[in-house]
Each structure stands twice: as structure tokens, then as C-alpha cells.
């Protein structure tokens, strides 16, 4: 009975001795060829992209180009890009000519600030004006000195002492002839005070030619150039200030052909952060070199803010015409370049393909472009993100 309890123990120590080797040999990391059907595929865990502040993991998918040039994007790439699509729409729109052009300022809302003589610039009440500040009508932006010859300011100032001493006795006779009123005729006390006032306005002339004369704004602007500092000499006709409406502007631009101009209406401009919206004015008719002038007027947005601009700015101009064109219109920002160099746009073909159309474009405005080859109406375009869709490989 004893040996049988023996035995007993012994297979049962045996038992769990090759049941601990089996786990540990489990668990010892070495590649099994049977555990490699089991073991989880890599692909799910190198999908994980990053995992947030929240402790939430974001997967992503990744996008491909196919072989036949189309580009494979899943949604969560989709949104990750921001691509945003639009419908293009066919039609007929204007003929779109391009000038060349630029800023100037409304001369109705804008003016000089020039000297008549020459003279030394002196600090004005509230200071020399600066660039960007904002003036009003009348206001005083410096001082002139005249410059005189030493010579000239003793003849003034003596002429001006001379005129005092005859507005003192002047001043007197009259004083009298009041105290005498009705023995004195009332001719001489008339005459008396006319001699009395015309001394006292040459008096006054005298004087303000002594004084220093005062640069004042034109009109309510801003500040666009300012070519003046304290004690600087200027000559007659200098201009010193230079004051404009931000809110009022104009282009001019230069056609050389003045075929191309029948029937203009409206205009654009791009311009760095946005679009200038023109309204036609005018063509001059005097030639400006070698081209005629044409004026547009700078509209003001809905915003009420312009895109920032500065008077002289050169610019391209797309001026609409009268004539027509038909065309798929489409934002300009769809319009990309491909490792040609060539105008593309992504065609949006099925909830994850994106395919790339060569296209010829003509100008229509500078919010849009119309396709005249490439396209027939109808597609939905990529407007948004285009360039990250050319960057896939």
C-alpha cells in the first residue's frame, strides 16, 4: 500500500514539473511556426497614428496612388486632409483681357502737402506727423520756417516798426475826433479810421511774412508718406506729406490694344490676401507710355475692410468685356501643377478615388477660372487640398 502511495506522489510531481516546463517554454519568446497564424498582424498596430490628451487612439489609413495614376484616399485621410469638393458648372461668361495696372489713390480723397517757399522744417503742435497717422482736414502736421537773409528780416522788421508808429498816432486822431465829434466834419473822422484799418492790414502782412507758415492736411486720411524731420531744409514745391483714404481707392492700368477694350464693365484684381473688386470709370485718351489709361474705381467689400494695399502697388488686372466664352468655371485655389508642370485639377470619381484632368484655362476673374479643355460640366471638383492630393505617391 505504501508504494502505491509512493507512486503516486511521484507521477503527480512529474505531472506538474512538465506542466511548469511547457508554460515557461510557452512564454519564452522563440518563434513557433504554429504561433505565427495566431499572433495578431502588425498592420493593426503601425495603423495607430497617436494617441491623444483624452487617451483616445486615432487610426489612420494610408492613401495610395494606384498604378493607373488615380489616388486611393479613405475617409479618415479625407478629413485629415480637409478636402472640400465643389460641383463645376458649364455655361457662357465674359471674355477676360489682362492688363497691367496699379494703385493709385482717389484724387478726391487724397492730396500733397508742398511747400511755397523754401524754408526749415519745425515740429508741429502735436508733433511731426508719421507714416500710418491717421489727420483731419486742416489739421497743422509741421511748421515752416522761411529762410530769409539777415539783410531782408531788418528791412521787414524795420518796415514793420514804421507801420506801429503810424498805427499809434493813427490810433489817437481817431480818439480825438471821437471827443470832438460835432465840431470836426465827419468826413475827416471817416477818413481817419479808413487810414487806421489799412495800416493795420499792412501791419498784418508784414508781420505774417515774418512768421512761420503752417503745413496743414488737405483732406481726412492717413498719412502715406512723410519726407520731412526736424530742422531739415526744403525748397519751394517739396512735397512733405502725402495724405490718402485707405477706404478710397483707385487702379490704373495701361492697354495697348484699344480693341480689346469695347464693352468693359467690371474688373479684379488678386492681390496678396484677397481680391480686388473694380468698377470701370474711364479711358483717357491721351497716350501714357505708349498705352491708354484706364481708370477703375476699388469697390469696398461687404466686410467693409480692403485687403491691405499700398498706393503705387503693381497689380494684374482681369478686365471683363462685353464678348462671351463658354467654359466650366472652377475656383481658382483647384487649379494645381503636376510633376510636369501642368494645369490639373483632382476629379473627385467615387467615395475614395481621386483622379488628376489635364485642363487649359482662361482667366475670369480673380475668384475663378474657366476651363475651356479638360472638363465637360458636371464633375465634382476638389477645391480644397488639391496640392496634398499631387504630394501622394
Request: net charge positive; aromatic share 4%; charged share 20%.
Amino acid at each position: 500500500m505504501s508504494d502505491c502511495r509512493n507512486t503516486s506522489r511521484y507521477a503527480l510531481v512529474l505531472l506538474l514539473a512538465s506542466a511548469l516546463t511547457v508554460q515557461v517554454w510557452a512564454h519564452g519568446g522563440e518563434d513557433h511556426g504554429d504561433e505565427k497564424k495566431s499572433t495578431p498582424a502588425p498592420v493593426a498596430i503601425d495603423a495607430v497614428n497617436a494617441v491623444n490628451a483624452q487617451g483616445h487612439v486615432t487610426f489612420i489609413e494610408p492613401a495610395l496612388r494606384l498604378p493607373d495614376g488615380r489616388v486611393f484616399v479613405p475617409k479618415s485621410a479625407q478629413r485629415q486632409l480637409a478636402l472640400r469638393t465643389q460641383v463645376a458648372r458649364k455655361g457662357e461668361f465674359p471674355r477676360t483681357v489682362e492688363l497691367n495696372g496699379r494703385v493709385v489713390g482717389d484724387p478726391n480723397a487724397g492730396g500733397r502737402v508742398q511747400t511755397f517757399q523754401s524754408g526749415r522744417i519745425e515740429a508741429g503742435p502735436k508733433g511731426l506727423a508719421v507714416l500710418g497717422q491717421r489727420v483731419s482736414k486742416g489739421q497743422v502736421l509741421a511748421w515752416l520756417q522761411p529762410a530769409v537773409s539777415a539783410i531782408d528780416r531788418g528791412s521787414q522788421q524795420s518796415a514793420l516798426a514804421e507801420l506801429a508808429a503810424q498805427e499809434t498816432v493813427l490810433e489817437r486822431r481817431v480818439a480825438r475826433f471821437r471827443q470832438l465829434q460835432g465840431s470836426v466834419p465827419q468826413k475827416d473822422i471817416e477818413q481817419a479810421q479808413i487810414e487806421l484799418a489799412a495800416v493795420k492790414k499792412r501791419k498784418g502782412a508784414v508781420s505774417g511774412s515774418l512768421g512761420r507758415e503752417a503745413l496743414v492736411a488737405p483732406v481726412s486720411g492717413v498719412v502715406s508718406a512723410a519726407n520731412a524731420v526736424v530742422g531739415q531744409v526744403v525748397d519751394a514745391r517739396d512735397v512733405v506729406f502725402e495724405v490718402i483714404d485707405p477706404q478710397r481707392l483707385a487702379v490704373e492700368a495701361l492697354a495697348y490694344d484699344p480693341l480689346l477694350l469695347a464693352g468693359l464693365a467690371r474688373a479684379s484684381a488678386p492681390v496678396a490676401g484677397g481680391v480686388l473688386d473694380l468698377a470701370f470709370v474711364g479711358i483717357g485718351r491721351s497716350l501714357k507710355e505708349q498705352a491708354m489709361p484706364v481708370l477703375f474705381r476699388v469697390e469696398l467689400p461687404k466686410t467693409g475692410v480692403l485687403p491691405l494695399v499700398a498706393v503705387g502697388q503693381t497689380l494684374k488686372v482681369l478686365a471683363q468685356t462685353s464678348e462671351r466664352q463658354s467654359g466650366v468655371a472652377v475656383p481658382l485655389v483647384a487649379v494645381v501643377r503636376n510633376a510636369a508642370n501642368e494645369s490639373v485639377v483632382w476629379v473627385h470619381e467615387s467615395a475614395e478615388r481621386f483622379v488628376s484632368r489635364k485642363i487649359r484655362i482662361a482667366p475670369l476673374d480673380g475668384h475663378s477660372v474657366a476651363v475651356t479643355d479638360g472638363l465637360s460640366g458636371g464633375e465634382r471638383v476638389v477645391v480644397h487640398g488639391a496640392a496634398s492630393l499631387s504630394q501622394i505617391r
